[in-house]
């Protein structure tokens, strides 16, 4: 069912370390050239640490495994129009033989599917704010995804114009455990540590992969590992062009899938584009800590 490229089939064979990469980012979450530059980096800085990396997307209606360079151009070009792919898509898309890039749920699923453990993104989806009490709640599918799938996501905590409290409690009730990475607080993807904290902190990747190998023979299901961003922007500044942003998404009544975007772009716009370095920059350094988890990871069978 899955079409999984020469190389990571090679690397899955061979028992080597592999990490997947989503796509959602490529073809939603980040404007040319940004997009394709983040794909490079993060596949670069995956195999600067030993390991593989399989980016995650749907190409002519196939679940592909180890997307290819052009494939990658294909998705980041916005003229081709990829449809953005939660898990519950896949069957549809694939039915009408679409493109679409793969949210974080989209890929936690394809990857499991395909027996990789280790994830690598920028931020998870989360609880919404509202702006509105009114409005209907919106949660991403994310959550639930994690909960359900072998697989370990490592981010820079959720998108902080999500309900960043809100989200957490969600990941307790989900049973998913969500874990420091050299950090007490949960951090909140480009900006400044949230102030919330989290109970549990590791200190490197073979502390994770530890951890990992015993909650997996616990629970069939998934775990955050949440990595401050490298070079965090104030978060009073952040809030403050966040709030007009909640409040544009909110006057254009804009579809589910269309808000995570629009905010993003609405705050990179505010900052002269601030944001979008602070997210290419920790979207590298999550591939690289999830590539350094895989690789502490083939010490055992999981
Ligand atoms: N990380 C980023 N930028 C993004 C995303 C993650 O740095 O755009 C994507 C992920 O694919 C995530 C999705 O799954 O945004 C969440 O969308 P929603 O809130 O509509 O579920
Ligand atoms: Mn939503």
């Given at each position: 069912?899955?079409?999984?490229?020469?190389?990571?089939?090679?690397?899955?064979?061979?028992?080597?370390?592999?990490?997947?990469?989503?796509?959602?980012?490529?073809?939603?979450?980040?404007?040319?050239?940004?997009?394709?530059?983040?794909?490079?980096?993060?596949?670069?800085?995956?195999?600067?640490?030993?390991?593989?990396?399989?980016?995650?997307?749907?190409?002519?209606?196939?679940?592909?495994?180890?997307?290819?360079?052009?494939?990658?151009?294909?998705?980041?070009?916005?003229?081709?129009?990829?449809?953005?792919?939660?898990?519950?898509?896949?069957?549809?898309?694939?039915?009408?033989?679409?493109?679409?890039?793969?949210?974080?749920?989209?890929?936690?699923?394809?990857?499991?599917?395909?027996?990789?453990?280790?994830?690598?993104?920028?931020?998870?989806?989360?609880?919404?704010?509202?702006?509105?009490?009114?409005?209907?709640?919106?949660?991403?599918?994310?959550?639930?995804?994690?909960?359900?799938?072998?697989?370990?996501?490592?981010?820079?905590?959720?998108?902080?114009?999500?309900?960043?409290?809100?989200?957490?409690?969600?990941?307790?009730?989900?049973?998913?455990?969500?874990?420091?990475?050299?950090t007490?607080?949960?951090p909140?993807?480009?900006?400044?540590a949230?102030?919330?904290?989290?109970?549990?902190?590791?200190?490197?990747?073979?502390?994770?992969?530890?951890?990992?190998?015993?909650?997996?023979?616990?629970?069939?299901?998934?775990?955050?590992?949440?990595v401050p961003p490298?070079?965090?922007?104030?978060?009073?500044?952040?809030?403050?062009?966040?709030?007009?942003?909640?409040?544009?998404?909110?006057?254009?009544?804009?579809?589910?899938?269309?808000?995570?975007?629009?905010?993003?772009?609405?705050?990179?716009?505010?900052?002269?584009?601030?944001?979008?370095?602070?997210?290419?920059?920790?979207?590298?350094?999550?591939?690289?800590?999830?590539?350094?988890?895989?690789?502490?990871?083939?010490?055992?069978?999981?």
């Amino acid at each position: 069912m899955l079409r999984v490229s020469e190389e990571v089939a090679a690397a899955l064979r061979e028992g080597r370390a592999v990490v997947a990469l989503e796509t959602s980012v490529v073809a939603q979450g980040l404007p040319p050239p940004a997009n394709l530059q983040a794909a490079r980096s993060c596949g670069a800085a995956v195999r600067a640490e030993g390991a593989v990396p399989a980016a995650i997307a749907v190409l002519g209606g196939e679940l592909v495994v180890g997307a290819s360079e052009a494939q990658l151009e294909r998705l980041a070009d916005p003229s081709r129009k990829a449809a953005k792919a939660g898990a519950r898509d896949l069957a549809a898309l694939c039915g009408a033989g679409r493109d679409a890039g793969t949210t974080v749920s989209a890929t936690c699923a394809i990857a499991e599917r395909a027996g990789i453990r280790l994830f690598a993104t920028g931020g998870i989806g989360g609880v919404h704010r509202r702006v509105d009490p009114l409005d209907p709640p919106d949660v991403s599918a994310d959550l639930a995804e994690i909960a359900r799938r072998r697989v370990c996501v490592v981010c820079a905590g959720p998108k902080v114009i999500l309900d960043l409290a809100a989200t957490a409690e969600m990941l307790e009730t989900l049973g998913v455990p969500l874990w420091g990475y050299r950090t007490s607080q949960l951090p909140a993807f480009f900006t400044e540590a949230s102030g919330i904290a989290l109970e549990h902190r590791f200190e490197g990747p073979a502390e994770v992969a530890a951890a990992l190998r015993m909650h997996w023979e616990l629970s069939p299901g998934g775990a955050v590992v949440a990595v401050p961003p490298p070079s965090p922007l104030p978060r009073a500044e952040i809030e403050t062009a966040l709030a007009a942003a909640l409040r544009a998404a909110a006057r254009r009544k804009l579809p589910g899938k269309e808000v995570t975007p629009f905010l993003l772009a609405a705050l990179a716009d505010a900052t002269g584009g601030r944001t979008q370095q602070a997210n290419l920059e920790l979207l590298e350094n999550n591939a690289r800590v999830a590539a350094q988890i895989a690789v502490a990871l083939l010490s055992a069978r999981v």
